[in-house]
């Protein structure tokens, strides 16, 4: 189900995701961004304007995605009650073991994070980042 998810979110991904974001999302480059920063240090240089940049460097980025959060960023962003129940479905039913002395621990739920190499992890993270970004936008 993840992978239908996930072929169908990178269709309309770009329409959702500000042009802040550019890995993830078909016809950006992941150094777009770093181009564009250096394009505009440039500029207040020459210029002699002041300027303030902020960079977010994300420790554990997919471990850290909270799905409360990720829900309610979908949400203002008007995606169906359905599609956010499928995602739900995908992320929430999460379970780990861990390996101690060798031997695996009875599996336990997880209660954040996205699974690496999941194909619907890329996209649910511009998503968590997108609320982010419009929040960041509307304090400046």
């Known amino acids: 189900m993840a992978k239908v998810l996930a072929n169908r979110l ?3 991904i770009g329409s959702v995701i500000s042009e802040a974001q550019s890995a993830f999302v078909k ?3 992941i150094l777009d961004g770093i181009l564009v920063a250096n394009e505009v240090v440039d500029e207040a240089r020459r210029s ?5 940049l902020f960079k977010v460097d994300f420790e554990k980025a997919y471990d850290s995605v909270d799905w409360g959060y990720l829900d309610d960023v979908m949400g203002r ?3 169906p009650t359905l599609w956010r129940k499928w995602i ?3 992320v929430c039913t999460a379970t ?3 390996l101690v002395n060798g031997s695996p621990t009875d599996e336990f ?3 954040r994070g996205l699974r690496q190499g999941d194909p619907l992890s890329p996209f649910l993270f511009l998503l968590a980042a997108e609320g982010l970004n419009v929040l960041m936008e509307a304090m400046v």
């Open 10 to 12: 990178r269709l309309v």
């Open 27 to 29: 016809d950006r480059q």
């Open 77 to 79: 962003m008007s995606f």
């Open 96 to 98: 780990a073991s861990v």
């Open 48 to 52: 002699k304007k002041e300027l303030m």
């Open 88 to 90: 739900r479905e995908c």
């Open 109 to 111: 739920p997880l209660r």
